[in-house]
């Protein structure tokens, strides 16, 4: 995945010398979509409308080839004062070969659809830090890791925190991730249930007026059943991510994450290629209309 890496540094680079162009005086963090694979605790002004894509890749299992590409198209709007909705529709990418416990599959398909409710508790403004409670549901007809058909539901809680620790230069945030997951799949009618949680941990830097760059830390913890049953693995990723505000109303957050630890259960192995990737990437585009 070294080529991966250069490709994403080159990414940020571009965008970075592009970026001036567009430069606009800000004052503050907007914590809503500067983080990659984490949310911060902003959810927009009333009357706020965003369209916005995001792309995120995943890669490499424990042999063989696997690549898993997700495309979400979403409309986000803000009815409320501190409270925001996010409607979207995925289609997934899947080419898979030679890898354990996983059928060779190379297709593209309509994966599902997504509604994601975030309600801010706290405006860090006005308080020691921020605080946001989010739920995105979602419902698939392929299995995002497999590809594999069936019926597929979820929803992702997050209770997301951010402060300022410099005043327009720094500022951190920190998710914690609890996923119950359902699958019945058509061949053999065969059904899972599992569960996630997990504690992620993100800082930015203000470099330039309109460009943030920083890193996320991710940690997970993977079970069988919805109710955190029997452990099956763990991991830890790491990346960097960079934030571009492109105009007033464009914005481009790039990310990138590797399983620097993991285990799973039952094993030695210093890295979980059964249950999580060794490579994770995210692109997201976003305007205001």
């Known amino acids: 995945m070294r080529g991966g890496a250069r490709r994403f540094w080159l990414m940020i680079a571009c965008a970075g010398v592009l970026a001036p162009a567009y430069a606009y005086a800000e004052v503050g963090f907007d914590t809503e ?12 002004t009333v009357g ?29 709007v803000v ?43 706290l405006d860090r403004e006005h308080a020691p830090f921020g ?64 569960s996630t949680i997990g504690a992620a941990f993100a800082s930015m830097v203000r470099v330039r007026p309109n460009v943030l760059l920083g890193g996320e830390m991710r940690y997970f913890r993977q079970y069988e059943g919805i109710g955190l049953g029997e452990f099956s693995g763990q991991a830890l990723f790491v990346g960097p991510t960079a ?21 799973p259960a039952g094993s030695s192995a210093n890295l979980d290629l059964v249950n999580f990737e060794r490579h994770q990437a995210r692109v997201v585009f976003g305007v205001n209309f």
């Not at 299992?61 to 898993?68: D, E, F, M, P, S």
């Not at 019926?151 to 300022?164: I, Q, V, W």
């Not at 007033?248 to 990310?255: F, V």
């Open 131 to 194: 605080l946001t409670v989010a739920a995105e549901l979602h419902g698939s007809r392929i299995d995002e890791t497999s590809g594999a058909k069936g019926r597929m539901y979820g929803t992702d809680f997050t209770l997301a925190f951010d402060r300022e620790l410099v005043p327009n230069f720094a500022i951190a945030a920190l998710n914690l991730i609890y996923q119950p997951e359902w699958a019945r799949f058509e061949v053999a009618g065969l059904s899972e249930k599992s």
């Open 33 to 44: 979509h500067i983080f990659g694979f984490m949310i911060g605790t902003d959810v927009g």
């Open 243 to 263: 934030y571009f505000q492109l105009s007033e109303r464009s914005r481009l957050t790039l990310s990138w994450s590797m399983q620097a630890w993991g285990r």
């Open 48 to 76: 706020e409308r965003e369209f916005q894509s995001e792309t995120t890749g995943r890669f490499g299992k424990g042999g063989g080839t696997y690549r898993a590409l997700a495309q979400e198209v979403e409309v986000e």
């Open 79 to 121: 009815p409320l004062p501190n409270f925001r909705i996010e409607v979207g529709g995925i289609a997934s990418l899947h080419d898979i070969t030679g890898v354990p416990d996983i059928d060779d599959r190379r297709q593209f398909n309509f994966q599902g659809a997504s509604l994601d409710l975030r309600y801010r508790l």
